[in-house]
């Protein structure tokens, strides 16, 4: 575990923001922040690449990978009509056998199951405020 928290840490140290190119106005003089110099043409600063100010704002995208080569034809060559048979091959019997549930059916006039506890008096009054808890013992 150690050595993950060491790689995680030297991959954070690795890490530079990119910079814009063109991303400050120049102050009143002239300045413009470390890595920058201000372009009197468009008094902007621009990011010095390679000793020398870059040319364009413009800002490059970097592409990760080439875009892949479309290798299909432009015309389809697949026959207009469908091939397919028109009927189904597939038997429609059913070959699982229709049996009843697995319990039968609780009979029409049977009583109904009893309750677990009778519900609670609708008058009855509300318990105390300071009054003890109630615990039932088991």
Do not use: W
Request: aromatic share 2%.
């Amino acid at each position: 575990m150690r050595r993950v928290y060491v790689l995680l840490l030297v991959l954070a140290a690795c890490f530079s923001k990119p910079k814009a190119r063109c991303g400050f106005l120049c102050g009143p003089t002239g300045e413009c922040p470390t890595d920058y110099s201000c372009v009197s043409a468009d008094n902007r600063c621009h990011l010095v690449e390679n000793g020398a100010p870059v040319d364009s704002c413009d800002e490059q995208q970097v592409i990760d990978a080439p875009l892949p080569m479309v290798d299909a034809p432009a015309a389809i060559d697949a026959p207009a009509a469908i091939d397919a048979p028109a009927a189904i091959d597939a038997p429609a019997a059913i070959d699982a056998p229709i049996s009843l549930p697995d319990t039968p059916p609780p009979p029409i006039d049977a009583p109904p199951s009893p309750i677990d506890a009778p519900p609670p008096p609708i008058d009855a009054p509300p318990p105390p405020i300071d009054a003890a808890p109630e615990i039932d013992a088991m």
